[in-house]
């Protein structure tokens, strides 16, 4: 089925998507018509929309066999980065909205987070395992900025002395260094940073709003300088597009500072599909057919394999190519150390004012 026709009467100014398809829950569709009125031009313009929610908990636990961490935290639902292949996407469709443009311009953000932390931390059942944030939306997206929620959620992590895993394209992490690094030398922290491509005409078209590759490799140099654990993820390898760069961005990850690297290959579930074969046509056309070829030969035959083992890595000749490309370039680089894990036994209340201390 075709991606209805982008909005002519709309302006996009650096959005991955350009389509605001209907979720699949939806029981619509949508398509722009001329209603007669002449819009002025300023009005034109697609802006970002933030709404905030209070969350009753912010922890989601996963059972996952693909995953390290059994579970997440997530401070903002949709992400201003607007990757134009993020499996994030179809989330938004459990709030009626798009996973097209809406994902990218119609945010929630939530600015209690860090207290209704703060209350499922000092729950007596609670047992400490080492938290992921960042696995679905981007927790460093421009609106943190504003918000701050990352900055927050980090000060309570670091107060109760609980393990984290950070996953981010923002550089804005940097501001956070003061925390993570305090954190990084009690081995409470580990940041992954993504880095799909090193073509800034690619990167641009890619993922529009998040930070160049040059300014992701200089936030790894910058976290690494802070001795913090960085990981380097080549995270989606595209076929065709960015499978050519693997042994270079691991190359400039290390020339950074990074300890350790991973790579998942291109994942289209459910409305991503269309999103990303609609990406393709509007911006590598005469590459669209070899990209989704390739893929498809990874993905028995279909767009996404959802299967347990086969999501992150597909299968077949192609796919055991690029892990053994990956796995020879990640030893000559000494990224294939194995790190020791989050240290969990720190875990404990932060001392209330005017309470006894520890002797100990």
């Not at 894990?341 to 100990?360: I, Y």
Request: net charge positive; hydrophobic share 40%; proline share 10%.
């Amino acid at each position: 089925m075709p991606l209805p026709s982008p909005d002519p009467f709309l302006r996009l100014r650096a959005r991955g998507s350009a389509t605001n398809m209907s979720g699949r829950f939806e029981p619509y569709g949508r398509a722009a018509a001329d209603d007669g009125w002449d819009i002025p031009e300023d009005e034109r313009l697609l802006r970002t929309e933030v709404s905030e929610e209070q969350p009753r908990s912010v922890l989601n636990y996963v059972a996952s066999p693909d995953l390290p961490f059994d579970r997440t935290l997530n401070p903002y639902r949709g992400c201003e980065h607007g990757c134009c292949y993020c499996f994030a996407r179809p989330t938004h469709a459990y709030l009626g909205l798009s996973p097209g443009l809406d994902f990218e311009t119609r945010l929630v953000a939530r600015p209690m987070a860090p207290q209704v932390l703060t209350r499922e931390l000092a729950r007596k059942s609670y047992r400490p395992r080492p938290l992921a944030i960042g696995t679905n939306t981007d927790p460093y997206q421009p609106i943190e900025a504003r918000y701050r929620i990352m900055r927050g959620l980090l000060q309570v992590l670091s107060d109760w002395n609980h393990p984290v895993a950070i996953v981010t394209k923002g550089a804005m992490i940097e501001r956070d260094i003061d925390i993570l690094s305090d954190m990084a030398r009690r081995n409470l922290v580990r940041v992954g940073v993504s880095v799909t491509t090193l073509d800034p005409a690619l990167c641009r078209a890619l993922e529009p709003r998040a930070p160049a590759p040059a300014r992701r490799l200089a936030t790894i140099r910058a976290l690494a300088g802070a001795g913090i654990p960085v990981r380097a993820m080549v995270a989606p390898v595209i076929p065709v597009l960015t499978e050519p760069e693997i042994e270079a961005i691991l190359t400039a990850a290390a020339e950074a500072g990074a300890c350790a690297a991973s790579w998942i290959l291109l994942r289209l579930p459910l409305e991503v599909a269309p999103l990303f074969r609609d990406w393709l046509a509007r911006h590598a056309p005469l590459k669209a057919a070899h990209v989704m070829a390739r893929l498809r030969q990874m993905r028995g035959g279909a767009d996404y394999d959802a299967e347990w083992g086969q999501r992150m890595r597909g299968g077949g000749v192609h796919a055991d190519l690029i892990a053994r490309r990956f796995t020879l370039a990640v030893r000559r680089l000494r990224l294939d150390g194995a790190a020791a894990p989050l240290d969990c036994t720190r875990f404990a209340p932060p001392p209330r004012p005017g309470g006894q201390l520890s002797l100990f």
